[in-house]
């Protein structure tokens, strides 16, 4: 059974990887959100379930994606106030995660997901308006 888990994550990690490698710009800032709320579903999983490993896990994860992901990705100098919003925002969802992680608080888990999901629908939206066009190279970096 172990090994059979093995093999499932080694195949998932490497789709994971051969979607990054083929990726554009602006689909790898998608995968950042599907990741970050991806992370905060499983932190509150196993914040009901009481499986500390896990949640520690997924609350790191859930942090890196969007402190190193999204929030290191914002160009602030081209994005101009919205992309300084959104770095604001990004840090207010980065302290609610971490007095989430210490307080087992699920509704601050939900309400982080709760604030990423118009940003990465709005964000999706943009990539469907660029199809045909070029497509941003940095988060945010909408102005034309």
């Given amino acids: ?3 059979a888990q093995r093999a499932i994550g080694a195949y998932a990690k490497i ?7 083929d990726a554009n710009p602006h689909r790898l800032i998608a995968m950042l959100f599907e990741g970050a709320r991806s992370a905060i579903n499983q932190a509150l999983l196993a914040t009901r379930a009481g499986d500390v490993l896990v949640k520690v896990r997924a609350f790191d994860k859930a942090v890196s994606i969007i402190g190193q992901g999204l ?3 914002l160009d602030t100098q081209r994005g101009g106030e919205i992309a300084q919003q959104l770095d604001s925002l990004y840090d207010y969802m980065l302290r609610r995660l971490t007095l989430a992680n210490i307080n087992n608080d699920e509704a601050m888990l939900e309400e982080v997901d709760r604030l990423l999901a118009p940003i990465q629908e709005a964000w999706l939206a943009i990539g469907q308006g660029n199809q045909a066009a070029a ?3 940095r988060h945010l970096n ?3």
Avoid: K, L, N, Q
Wanted: proline share 5%.
């Fill in 1 to 3: 059974m172990y090994a």
């Fill in 15 to 21: 789709g994971i990887e051969t979607s990054v490698v």
């Fill in 71 to 73: 929030r290191a990705s």
């Fill in 135 to 137: 497509v941003p190279t």
């Fill in 142 to 144: 909408v102005v034309s």
